[in-house]
C-alpha cells in the first residue's frame, strides 16, 4: 500500500492516508483503503479504528483528472467500490473515529448523523456476510 497505511497498537487499528498534499482520492489511494479494510476485518483483534492523514488536510476530494480520463462507464465501478467501502467502514462491529483537520471533502469522508433503522439494517447485513466469508459463524461482540 503506497497512499494508506494500516498499523495495529494493542486493540486499535489506525488507518493513515498519507497522499500529500491533499490525499486526493483516486484509483491507488481507493485500491489501498480496501486492502486496509480487507486487514481489518480479517485481524479480529480490534475494539476500534481511528482513520487519520499524514498530510496537511485530511482530504481535498477526489482527483479530477479520473474524470477527464475516464467515461461514465468506466468510473461506475470505481464509484461503486467506493461506495461499498463505506458501507464496509459503517459495518465493522467497533467504532471508528475520524481525526479529520484541514479540508475534509467528498462523498463517503462523512458520515450521516441521522441514520435510520434501514441504514442500521444494512449494515448488520453487511456485516454477517463478511463474517461468513471471513470461516466466522457470527461477528465479534462489540465492547
Known sequence: MGKVRFEEDGGLGVVTL????LNLIG??????????????EATG????LLVR????????GADVKLFAAKGAAEM??????????????????FPTVAAVHGTCMAGGFERR?????DD????????????SDLGRDRPRATR
Do not use: C, M, N, Y
Open 18 to 21: 498519507d497522499s500529500p498534499p
Open 27 to 40: 484509483e491507488e489511494l481507493i485500491a489501498d483503503l480496501i486492502t486496509a479494510v480487507d486487514q481489518i
Open 45 to 48: 483483534r480490534l475494539h476500534a
Open 53 to 60: 492523514s499524514e498530510a496537511k488536510v485530511f482530504s481535498a
Open 76 to 93: 461506475r465501478p470505481l464509484i461503486a467500490s467506493f461506495l461499498d467501502l463505506g458501507a464496509r467502514i459503517e459495518a465493522l462491529p
Open 113 to 117: 448523523a441521522d441514520e435510520g433503522a
Open 120 to 131: 442500521r439494517d444494512r449494515r448488520r447485513a453487511l456485516r454477517r456476510r463478511r463474517a
